[in-house]
């Protein structure tokens, strides 16, 4: 069987499973199911089917057309390559640590109930979501280390963040709640907030949602109040610091398994996706970088779906090297 011929029979078995078939495609797929290809195919597919169900789906928006137009490509199944195969090991799976069991029509596990350890660390490609003591819940994205007390004291709640974390403070006005990073004290009573501070990253972002937050020196001089869609963003460096309105479903949506895009340069989305799959995602040039993009990223189709919306929207190309002593590598190109 040439090559035109194995494209078609795998276009055919996956769109089988998807139950996309045309009635004409359904009419050759009962003619050539029983193959060995066939067979052999069907097998892949169902492989990649059970393996997939939390990975990315590009959705159309309506800011630019040629959204619309990738879109119903992914509908109508264009041809789908060997290396979609290769980038199902990084189908991004949300893990809590010390739980068991996965609810497959939800984006997060249940909450971890009578955590007993104090330190919590998700892996490149994972994410969670937990209830501290007092009834706070947080939500803790990849590549995130969260240290926090079994119980919480009468007089102060105190937890520790590198990386990012949304949080849902249970309101005590007699006892604050605190998150401490490396670049700052973040101080509520009860609110909903995000704090990005991995350690790899030049700034720590503190984006208030709901309520009232104050950001905090770590020597505990007072830097700011927050109030609802500000965030600051502060320079870990030399701790100057600026405060913006901002749309807070762009910095916390992620929780839903959501990436909002708004004129998103391609190297700051590129950072995102490393965490999200566990691989090293190289832009060869400086120029592919500055790509912006607008669109909605969510974790339930395969990475190489919005590679195929780069190179037919921007013009660029990729290529995919497996390692077997290392992370594996994307390398993204200008054509």
């Known amino acids: 069987m040439n090559k035109i011929e194995s494209d078609s029979v795998w276009e055919l078995v996956v769109k089988k499973l998807h139950n996309s078939l045309t009635s004409e495609e359904a009419?050759?797929?009962?003619?050539?199911?029983?193959?060995?290809e066939a067979q052999k195919k069907l097998r892949q597919a169902r492989q990649i089917y059970s393996k997939s169900s939390n990975s990315f789906y590009i959705r159309k928006i309506d800011k630019e057309?040629?959204?619309?137009?990738?879109?119903?490509?992914?509908?109508n199944g264009f041809r789908i390559k060997r290396l979609f195969i290769h980038f199902l090991r990084y189908a991004a799976v949300f893990l809590v640590a010390l739980i068991i069991g996965i609810l497959i029509h939800k984006v997060f596990i249940p909450e971890i109930q009578d955590v007993a350890n104090n330190r919590i660390e998700m892996e490149w490609g994972q994410m969670g979501k937990m209830t501290l003591s007092d009834g706070t819940k947080v939500w803790l994205n990849a590549g995130t280390v969260f240290e926090y007390p079994a119980t919480f004291n009468t007089r102060k709640r105190s937890v520790k963040l590198t990386g990012e974390a949304q949080f849902n403070v249970t309101g005590n006005e007699?006892?604050?709640?605190e998150v401490k990073t490396k670049s700052g004290i973040v101080k509520v009573y009860g609110t909903?907030?995000?704090?990005?501070?991995?350690?790899?990253?030049?700034?720590?972002?503190?984006?208030?949602i709901e309520g009232k937050v104050t950001v905090e020196s770590n020597e505990g001089n007072l830097l700011a109040t927050l109030h609802p869609s500000e965030q600051l963003l502060m320079n870990k460096f030399d701790g100057s610091?600026?405060?913006q309105k901002v749309d807070t479903d762009f910095y916390t949506n992620w929780i839903d398994g959501k990436l909002l895009l708004n004129?998103?340069?391609l190297s700051d989305l590129i950072k995102i996706l490393k965490r999200w799959y566990n691989l090293d995602i190289k832009l060869m040039d400086e120029e592919t970088g500055d790509i912006k993009i607008s669109g909605t990223i969510i974790k339930n189709k395969p990475l190489d779906l919005f590679l195929k919306i780069l190179e037919r929207m921007y013009g660029v190309e990729y290529k995919l090297i497996i390692h077997k002593d290392k992370k594996d590598e994307i390398l993204i190109y200008k054509k």
Do not use: C
């Open 65 to 75: 057309k040629n959204w619309k137009y990738i879109h119903n490509q992914i509908n």
């Open 241 to 243: 610091f600026s405060i």
């Open 27 to 36: 009419a050759e797929f009962e003619r050539i199911k029983d193959t060995e």
């Open 263 to 265: 004129e998103t340069k």
């Open 192 to 208: 909903i907030f995000n704090v990005a501070a991995y350690e790899d990253e030049p700034t720590m972002a503190v984006t208030l």
């Open 174 to 177: 007699e006892v604050p709640f």
